[in-house]
């Protein structure tokens, strides 16, 4: 059995190009695309493919995982952690919004937290 073995080093921008340019030529870098389009997410996928297999062990260990491995789980972890990220907000600003008007629109609005309702408990 043949089994491709991390080969050192990755290009998510290689991976991307050729999966969006028309046709298409590669498959997609991640299995939803969320963060395809992000340079932040293109520079950092390359940076923690690297550091994944080395933490697993690569040079010296064989790394029976491909880029696009390290790609799918990266773009799990930014979004697990963009979700615990808002629903923190979410938490930290309820207390804020406790005991306004039901009509209030507050879609654009910038919402900063006080201490006022925790004294008043």
């Known amino acids: 059995m043949n ?18 340019n028309t046709p298409s030529t590669g498959s997609a870098p991640t299995p939803f695309g969320f963060y395809d389009g992000d340079t932040q997410f293109k520079t950092d996928a390359d940076k923690i493919a690297n550091y994944c297999a080395r933490r697993l062990g690569y040079p010296l260990t064989d790394i029976e995982l491909q880029d696009i491995n390290f790609y799918a789980a990266f773009e799990e972890a930014v979004t697990t952690y963009g979700n615990e990220l808002y629903a923190y907000k979410i938490r930290d600003n309820q207390l804020s919004l406790e005991g306004l008007t039901t009509g209030s629109n507050l879609n654009q609005a910038l919402i900063t937290p006080s201490f006022e309702p925790i004294v008043r408990l």
């Open 3 to 20: 089994i491709p073995i991390w080969p050192g080093s990755s290009s998510f921008a290689l991976y991307s190009a050729s999966y969006y």
